[in-house]
């Protein structure tokens, strides 16, 4: 029964029904032996276990065989006590398997392992098989033997009268006897308080104090081998905030230890940018996204706070595949806190070869509005990604700048419709100027002649806009003249003319809108219609 | 109102643990009132209110037992109180009234006291019956007395303690050894090893302390690094036990005590071992002994989980409490209670034992003084006083001479912590000077007819001058 609830335990998660099976098993057989008996002890053989002299359990293939498990390591009884079914013999599987997987030089073995399990209800005997050379205990070495006389008169010499340096109940504090209560308080918080301490902190505290005044350089080289061996370890121990005081003490020491030579110099400058560097970086994002338990927001924006501007690419690049909503909140954090001090990495991250971070860092220059960005944007205008080329015409719109409106004006020509669009609808809505003479062309050259109706009608809005009552004379050809033959342009056309004029808002634009009020063309008088409400009286 | 069927029946385990735990729950409390009311009565008169309230809570609290177990039974046996065969457990909020409890009733020879709801026992014929038959005048119909229980089998298994004291303390030694040396080499030191022995010292601690406390006064059974190193984690365990940390606990204690030294198996041995005195450089490396404990335990393969604790105490041990001492401590830092401990066991062996430079140890005594007193050697008051508490004014090992002009040799602190001057000594020598071999056992507390001490210590002696070898009496 203990075999297969051992084999179940090898198996199988605790949650698994043949593993709950198992133990079921052996909690109901253990139950039922104590009807009859109040304990149960076995005697460990190498290859079997024996009750009461009989065989109970025989097993020669060593890797299946629990008492070789229980034998090799020394123990040669073993005794339940009725209790161990409610908990202990689930814990006693437990250390049973780890025995059983253990290395030789691993750092425990079956006994040190149920020593701190401090089980109540197994107890075991066992044989202490390591040799250490013990040298046995004897009497001491034989010391010349004083005679009595002698020993007598080392008596008198030595005890009356009462000698200075004797030690009385009266030289101590009355109070010695017994701990005041404040006392023992003050030894119980001084425990809990080595139970709640942060250890690493403790010991990394050590290391940085040492790292400081030992000025040696074999015993500084030590000190920092330990510290860049120890990130990775704290890291996986997802200890971030541990990562973090390293990252910061290390600019400490870098400001204040003495005589630091150039190499030791340089190793620590470069610890916090190794962890900024993107396969480092990666692994910890990655780790945290995957986590099933989160460290708090307070640990992990400690650490993201001591990364460096080149972590700053792998952040983005990490944003749209993060899956975890607070994950992604630091991430976007951490960015934009290196975007905003870090125009260079920006336009790193800008020119990436992944399109989605490039996606990610158009958005957050956007949100950031982050003047230097546009550089990096140009040519991003150039690539087929729909996509990313909104997101860089609404990043440019965001921000603004001289050079964010240049390169809206020329995404006013580019090939892609809700681009061009998007374009020319922002800078219509920014005044933009400069961009009129470009407008211009497009409105009265050919360009617009293949366009959609709304493609249409967004590029003369802003026509109306930007270029005003001296583009009336050009909108009302369009609007109410007729051509050569007497033919007049397209509905669409006049359509969008009229709503330009709107966009021009004067007395005169009024009056040519005034004379088309009555077209004949539905579509056209509708436009002129809304164009006169827009105008207003 | 229970629903359907009949009511379920308590497991055997169930009941177990049930009456377990509600024994050894009511039973600290039988404890603490009990001790109260003794105290009380000895401050004040039986009319004063605060001995009435606690005679009130006393027979309140044995009332409650009595109508769970209908018997209550207060048993000593041997350095363990029992309430209905349950053990108490010592913890820092009762350890002082279970010392208290355990030293009344080893002085009034009594090995157990029962309350019973029904009838009174026949006592013995002895000082306990004397005492029985005083309770039986004055009226007392329920509450019995019997002497201790010494039984073939209690000699036996005292015997045995002591020889798997010797064993553990042995194989602690041999193991130090091992690992010191192995890092020294700079060989894999074997960790398993080092687990097993420090676990070993728990449990030795926790079943019979007095019996691996008393060897620490073994003097060169191997080399000062070594033994010394044990002695400390086994006064570390000790006083650990005392404060009453957990078993595990005590195991992080013991393990961190073993290591506090391990720096020095980076130091060069002609400074380790170098008689006289050092000069400032090798001071200043000697100095550098709890730092390179730390970077030793970082490059100690084998373990499974890096040994903070170890490192930390290591580090702390030779810091006073106001952070001086050394290494300089930079860096916003509490000692550990871990060190403090530990800077306490450090201290007093090391002073008690004699090493290359210090031929001549002072005595326990002495030492135990001088750490109390002197403020300037930065160890924590309280951690000193709870380790005078443990092994007492005079520890154990110590070589005294009484007012009889008998020589002895302190045996074991008395468990009753009002009478740390009054030890269990072992008479080794009559007033006339004639040697007992082994000599006999002395409890200083204990008066005679006419309520007076009849030893009390006036001296502490250097062993050598009189021809007596400590450890002989320990081993």
Redesign the interface.
Known sequence: MLSKGLRATQLYLPNNPVYQRAVDNIRAALRQIWQATDDLVFDVAETEVRWEDAVVYSQDNRSESVAWTLYKDGVRSLAFKPGIEEVEIVRFLGVLHQAKSLQADAPDDLLTLLWAQDFQFISYTFRELASENAVPIEAGATIPTTPPTQVRRYVEEEAPPKRAGLVSIDDFDTTLYFLEDKEVDYLKRDVEREYAQDLRRNVLAMLFDLLELQTYGTVRAELISILENFIPYLLGAADFRSVAFILRETRVILQRARELIPEHRQTLETMPTRLSQREALSQLIQSLDEATVHPTEEELSELFQELRAEALVTLIGWLPRLNNERVRDLVHGAAARLAQANAGEVLKALASEDSAAQLEMVKLAGRLKLPGAPDGMEPLLGSNDRTLKLAVVEALTAIASPSAMRLLEKAIEDADRDVRIAAVRFVASRGYRNAAPRVESIVTGSKLRNADLTEKMTFFEAFGSLVGARGIPVLEKMLVAKGLLGKKEDPETRACAAMALGKVRTPEARAVLERAAQDKEPLVRNAVSRALREVGG | MSGGGPPRQA???ET??TTDGFLRHAGREFLVVLYTSFRSLKLYPIENAQVQKALDDLAATTKHLLDVEKELELRLQGEFLFVNSTRLRLD??NY?SFSHILGVLRQCGVGAVRMLSYAAKEANPNKVFELGQKLTDGGVSFISVEPPLETDEDVEEEERQKEAA??T???S???TK?VINSIRMGR?A????V??AV?AIV?QVLNNEASLVG?TT?????EYTFTHSVNVCIFSVALGRK???T???L?DLGIAALFHDVGKSRVPLEVLNKQGGLSDEEWRIMQAHP?LG??TL?GLR???E?P??G??VA?EHHMKTDLTGY????????L???S?IVSVADGFDAATSRRVYQTVPIQP??V??EM?ENPRRGYDP??V??F??LIG??PVGTCV?L?T?E?AIVHSANPD?????RPVVRVV???????HQPGFLADLAQRDAQGNFPRTI????DP?????????HF?
């Open positions: 497991s055997i385990a177990i643990q820092l909020d002082a010797k064993r303390y042995a194989r030694v041999a193991v091992e894999t074997n960790v398993k090893k687990k097993r676990q449990d060897l073994l003097r060169d059974y191997d404060l009453g940390l078993k595990l606990q195991y730092w730390v970077l970082f084998g373990y499974g890096i903070y604790r490192m930390i580090y290494p300089k401590s930079l860096r916003p830092r509490d550990s209670i871990y403090k005594d002495q135990l003084k109390w309280i951690v006083k709870a005078i508490n004014i005079y001479i007012d002009y020589v912590v009002t009478h740390v001057h020598a009559s007033a006339e000077g004639a040697p006036v001296k502490v002696t050598a001058k009189y021809g007596i070898n400590i450890s002989d081993v």
